[in-house]
């Protein structure tokens, strides 16, 4: 594909005439070709428009064509092949071995949602039948289903430049739910960005979309973000990234005329809890796994583990002393931008810094600028409880081993701690009391709770909950990774004595598009519902 350094909005190429950027390669600091025009917020109001104009015939979208269509995104990104993965390299300094798993993922869940739109399940249809013999009151037949919220405003991730951006997890909900889609795309990464965006345009004009459907925008990233939150064509949107970044979205939505929902994925230290038993086996073996966990990515995962709790004593010693080992055998890896990396050697200096904070272990600086030493950092209990500079998030190769003397003392930690997206929980069988009485507390702080196994690596499938009380994410009862992800994007609407050529495909009585449906409470197959009605 050729790159054409602008934005894509509806299907046309527009050049932006409000400056321009470069992409950098973070592991030599060169600068890479085509410069990228940024859009005025003037320039921005047609892709928002397209989007809203986009709305009606994207949200009333036959299953199989609207299926399709997600399909068609996933094959045109395959279809990129190796350019893909060599411009996502030269951008972030990420191997091609990691970016080939992540294009993999990305094109994964394109297809997942594919199969969610076709079973039908999340249009949530509920009828209850009129009963007009009832008393005292006769019941009229209210039939539910659930809409698309409207357009959405997606935001690129820095650390995930396919599997969190363009055709990324809140691009396919979004598009699932039958919401256009305007995004934002992240300045770190343009190339990639506008590759995988021609691949969605592509499969929007070939499945004869209306080409609003979707639109690729580069901007100035506070100015262009902030207008785009704010237009009142956008009804929600999808957000990973800093705490500081997505609060500030969140305040220019709660702040609108018509308040829209911020679905922002923001900060978490994914705390690991080893108990005594897990001790009791292989502990080099479970030190090269946390370390593994710490600096895979060179830590740039938002379940990058930074916090480890482990037993006071010999064991515990036993357990340091192989993670110092661990880590000191680890090179840096050259981080996403010089920013991230400038912003990772002064959180590990303010933690180093802090009282009673000792070094466990560090690895050696990698070949380049931007990939500083992975270090891990050590702390006594009361000290992490007392101590609000310990509990913040340093984005990168660098975690803090807490140790504790008893389970009392860890359900406090919990409790101090903020939201979170994750919690590992390292232990045998015969952990289980001290688990059990730990648990509580870790269900009013995380969205996913870990057992034997590390919080990198999330899956995507329909149980997966990608989420976490604030500040993890801007709303607890949300995930954005996983097809419970389309619930964010749409709203219930109910309708009331309705005649038949009135109602909505997905609530009329003769059921043409096959969904499986609630009747009077019961949950009804498709062809049953067919049936009874």
């Known amino acids: 594909m050729t790159l054409t350094g602008h934005s894509l909005i509806a299907g046309q190429i527009v050049a932006g005439v409000n400056g321009t950027i470069l992409g950098?390669?973070?592991a030599t600091n060169e600068q890479l070709d085509p410069a990228y025009t940024l859009l005025t917020e003037e320039q921005l109001k047609a892709a928002t428009a397209a989007a809203a104009e986009a709305y009606p015939s994207l949200s009333t979208l036959d299953p199989e064509t609207h299926?399709?269509?997600?399909?068609?995104?996933a094959g045109n990104i395959e279809a990129i092949g190796e350019e893909l993965i060599t411009r996502a390299g030269q951008e972030t300094g990420l191997p091609a071995a990691r970016l080939q798993g992540e294009r993999a993922r990305t094109t994964g869940q394109l297809r997942l949602f594919a199969a969610v739109v076709r079973q039908g399940d999340f249009r949530g249809v509920r009828i209850d039948r009129?009963?007009?013999?009832?008393?005292?009151m006769a019941r009229a037949d209210i039939r539910q289903r659930q809409i698309p919220l409207g357009p959405v405003a997606?935001?690129?991730?820095?650390n995930f430049p396919l599997a969190f951006s363009t055709a990324g997890g809140d691009t396919a909900s979004a598009l699932a739910a039958g919401c256009p889609v305007v995004f934002k795309a992240h300045n770190a990464h343009p190339g990639t960005g506008e590759l995988v965006g021609q691949a969605i345009a592509e499969a929007a004009r070939d499945t004869g979309l209306h080409p609003g459907v979707f639109s690729l925008v580069y901007g100035p990233g506070a100015s262009i973000g902030q207008a785009l939150v704010a237009d009142p064509a956008i009804k929600a949107v999808g957000f990973t990234g800093s705490q500081a970044a997505g609060i500030a979205l969140m305040r220019t939505a709660a702040a609108r005329p018509e308040p829209i929902p911020v679905y922002a994925e923001m900060s978490s230290l994914n705390p690991v809890f080893v108990f005594a038993g897990a001790l009791k086996g292989d502990v080099d073996a479970l030190a090269r796994q946390y370390v593994a966990a710490v600096t895979g990515s060179s830590g740039q995962l938002c379940t990058s583990p930074g916090l480890l709790f482990a037993p006071a004593g010999e064991a515990g010693d036993k357990l340091a002393?192989?993670?110092?080992?661990a880590v000191s055998a680890c090179a840096g890896q050259t981080m996403l931008t010089g920013g991230i990396a400038a912003s990772w050697n002064a959180g590990a200096t303010a933690l180093g810094s802090a009282e009673n904070v000792t070094v466990v272990g560090q690895g050696m600086a990698g070949p380049t600028e931007n990939a500083p030493a992975p270090t891990i950092f050590g702390t006594e209990i009361a000290d992490f409880v007392g101590n609000?500079?310990?509990h913040a998030e340093i984005f990168g190769a660098a975690s803090l081993v807490i140790r504790y003397s008893n389970v009392a003392e860890l359900v406090e930690a919990t409790n101090r701690l903020e939201g979170q997206l994750t919690a590992s929980l390292q232990l045998t069988d015969e952990d289980h009391p001290m688990a059990a009485q730990l648990l509580p507390a870790l269900e009013q702080k995380v969205g996913r709770i870990i057992v034997n196994g590390w919080p990198t690596g999330v899956?995507?499938?329909?149980?997966?909950?990608?989420?976490?009380?604030?500040?993890?994410t801007s709303d607890t009862k949300t995930t954005s990774v996983g097809t419970l992800a389309i619930n964010r994007f749409l709203r219930p609407v109910a309708y009331q004595n309705l005649p038949q050529e009135l109602l909505p495909a997905p609530l009329q009585d003769d059921n043409p598009w096959h969904l499986n449906r609630q009747l009077?409470?019961?949950?009804?197959?498709?062809?049953k519902t067919h049936a009874t009605l």
């Open 388 to 390: 609000h500079v310990l």
């Open 321 to 325: 002393a192989a993670v110092g080992r």
């Open 67 to 73: 299926a399709g269509f997600l399909e068609a995104i």
């Open 154 to 158: 997606v935001f690129g991730a820095s």
């Open 520 to 527: 009077d409470g019961v949950t009804e197959t498709a062809e």
């Open 24 to 26: 950098i390669n973070p």
């Open 459 to 472: 899956e995507v499938g329909h149980a997966m909950v990608h989420g976490g009380p604030y500040p993890a």
């Open 130 to 136: 009129a009963l007009p013999e009832r008393t005292p």
